[in-house]
């Protein structure tokens, strides 16, 4: 007996492709960031830490990708898909990044929480691209 949430035809998790670098700007590490103000809970301006310290993506890089909040952030594990990112103006010839996400998060980021981007989207089971265990019946079919 396995349980329905470990493997099955129908498991997200068993699908779940890692996170995507910017591969178009030849990087090979995935962007992280830490947020600055103001930042609420649906827009996240943020400062780029890695790979390049402070570097402004081009408008909608990370369009359909999702952000990741780290382990020490107030937002803890918290996700979400994103809508479009945006050059923010943040004055004195300063510029950062600017996320708009699909999900409200539960409270604003604090200034200082660090988070990672993905220029991709889990795979999605649906999508036709991920055949998952066909040999594996789902726990409604197996006797």
């Excluded at 780290?70 to 809508?83: H, R």
């Excluded at 980021?109 to 066909?134: E, H, L």
Aim: aromatic letters at 14%; one cysteine or more.
């Amino acid at each position: 007996m396995v349980p329905p949430n470990v493997i099955e035809l129908t498991n997200t998790l068993a699908s779940y492709k890692g996170a995507t670098p910017v591969l178009v700007d030849g990087e090979t590490v995935v962007a992280r960031f830490t947020v600055v103000a103001p930042s609420n809970t649906t827009n996240i301006v943020a400062r780029c830490l890695s790979p390049t310290v402070n570097k402004v993506y081009g408008n909608n890089k990370f369009k359909f990708g999702y952000l990741v909040f780290d382990p020490t952030s107030t937002l803890s594990g918290q996700w979400s898909a994103i809508a479009s990112n945006i050059s923010f103006n943040a004055g004195g010839g300063v510029f950062r990044n600017e996320f708009l996400i699909y999900n409200a998060l539960p409270w604003a980021p604090t200034p200082g929480d660090t988070f990672y981007v993905s220029t991709q989207f889990p795979m999605i089971q649906a999508d036709g691209s991920y055949f998952g265990f066909p040999y594996v019946p789902s726990p409604q079919a197996a006797l």
